[in-house]
């Protein structure tokens, strides 16, 4: 039987000097080795969301807190940041945010150092996760020194270093170019393949991820108002009236729509838009 990892209960909080919820009663649950797709307008809740899981809020960032949150049987606000630090990876939208030390390897090493891990299983760590993120070539070279995409890599590489259970990645692919954005996704897709993680990712650009994605989850106003498979929040949830904006090939699904012509649930790719629409035209 599948597991849950996440588990949210009537879940809202409001920032220390704020008036408005970023979160309004959240019930969530997300079960081990799924990919999820959180996406919303800026200002809905997505990354208060996502700090609710690492531990930033409550332990960092203060304010109303409601309700439960749960991450591999912890309860959040009770387990230090440290302790789930090894439960949860997470990865900022900016590397640089993220990557500061003189060397590749000394980078990856960083959370390990932190958390007093021996050196020797530290070296076995790094190497394991140089290896794994192909970074082996580039572990003496200084971040700043590295392509966008491979520092995303590096950024990547620091927080399944600890072997987290849950990947937390918050718009990973914003400020890399469409080709390298396509590879950073094919890079977490093969990652939840071969190690088994489960990954939340935030990401606007819904064309680059809903085809990997167990789930869809729309959040807006800090309320979930979609969530399900991709295919059918698409057809389900107005993208546009809720500051999003769809893939192309699902706006072009919507367009045929209005003209009588309706592929339900819509096509997430072009191979399959292609045979659904011969089926329509028979």
Known sequence: ??????????????????????????????????????????????????????????????????????????LVKETPTYILATKVGFV?????????????????????????????????????????LGLKKLRKRAPHELSDGQKQRVAIAGAIVLKPKLLVLDEPTSLLDPETACDVVSLVKELNKSLGLTVILVEHRLELVASIANRLIVINEGRIVGDGKPERVLSNVNLQKVGLTPPPIVDLQIELRRRGIAIDPVALDVDRFLRELDKVRI
């Open 1 to 74: 039987m599948t597991r849950k990892i996440v588990i949210i209960r009537n879940y809202s909080f409001t920032y220390e000097g704020s008036q408005r919820p970023a979160i309004r009663d959240v019930n969530l649950e997300i079960e081990e080795g799924e990919i999820v797709v959180i996406a919303g307008a800026s200002g809905s809740g997505k990354s208060t969301l996502l700090r609710s899981l690492n531990g930033l809020i409550p332990h960092v960032y203060k304010g109303e807190y409601r309700g439960e949150v749960w991450v591999d049987g912890m």
């Open 92 to 132: 900022f939208q900016n590397p640089e945010n993220q990557i500061f030390m003189f060397t590749v390897e000394r980078d990856i090493a960083f959370g390990l150092e932190n958390l007093g891990f021996p050196r020797d299983e530290m070296k076995r760590r790094v190497e394991w996760a140089l290896n794994l």
